[in-house]
């Protein structure tokens, strides 16, 4: 019988695959039938992919959409080492790999393929998407877009942070070669040399780790230091000039729109040729987009009809720039 939107059950599926170097990325495939068009979905910097993101899936498998939903690399069930390592380039690679892992899927539309990325990840879906054709469309919520701009505002004294990286680095090179790690949030043990040292951020990654450990599961609030250098040389802006034809939605907070970047970025895709963008915003800061009852109501209502409209082919350019 063909499945369809109404009489599809909220189901999904555990998948393993293999990473171009090897590494086994393991996640969660939600069906929408056949013929269906098909996301990747890619959590944030240091986060799980069960962290909201299936509210997201799963409103798209009841729209019609499927969903491939996965842990990064060396974080959750996914393979890689050291562990909690983020590297930028790495898990952008790994996207390619999740891609071509929904083409071999049976029941997937081939011509209807996009990614859905939050945080950090949103970059990496632009980044993607400017290399890789067979992408139609990106949802980028909260996109990470300068990565020197962010560093610079959570470690603010260049002398100390550049310590930090490279005595960490030499001692992996020379000396005993144990990696170097950073908190990701700040605890009330820890409130300096944090990766995120806002309190917004602290609630969240806070919560989501005592709701891993409540369901036997662990989350180490720490990345490698080795992540600061990498996050400090990417950039996107370069690649949201090349993204077109690709369609894209932007969806963004309100407090991150006091920074004007996301308006900068924004205007970077047009410049590119003929591309069907949109611009959203949420209420709120970074983490309520990931927030029941805040502003994941909001993100799913723009993913699910920007996708079906991108898929259906009748989306327009809606270009609103606050």
Known sequence: MTITTSTIEPMRYDVEFKALDGTTLSGWFYPAGENAPAVVISHGFACLKSWSLPAISTALQSAGIASLLYDQRCFGASSGTPRHDVDPELQSSDVHDAVSHLLSLPSVNRDKIGIVGYSYSAAHAVKV???DRRIKAVVSINGF???????????????STDALIWEDRERRRVGDGEVGYLPVCKTAEKSDNVFLPTDDAAEF???????????????RNGVT???LLKMRQY???EDLKVLAPTSLLMIVDEAFLQSGLPQKAFEAAGEG????????TIEGGHFDALEPGRGLEK??????SFLRRVFDGEAEERVVIP
């Open 235 to 237: 950039n996107t802006m």
């Open 273 to 280: 040729g003929e591309i069907v963008r949109e611009f959203a």
């Open 145 to 159: 877009i300068s990565g020197s701009w962010l560093v610079g505002l959570m470690f603010p004294d260049r002398p």
């Open 299 to 304: 993100v799913i209502e723009h993913s699910t």
């Open 129 to 131: 998407a400017s290399l």
């Open 205 to 219: 990654y806070l919560r989501m780790q005592k709701i891993e450990i409540a369901n036997g599961r662990e989350w």
């Open 225 to 227: 230091t080795q992540s």
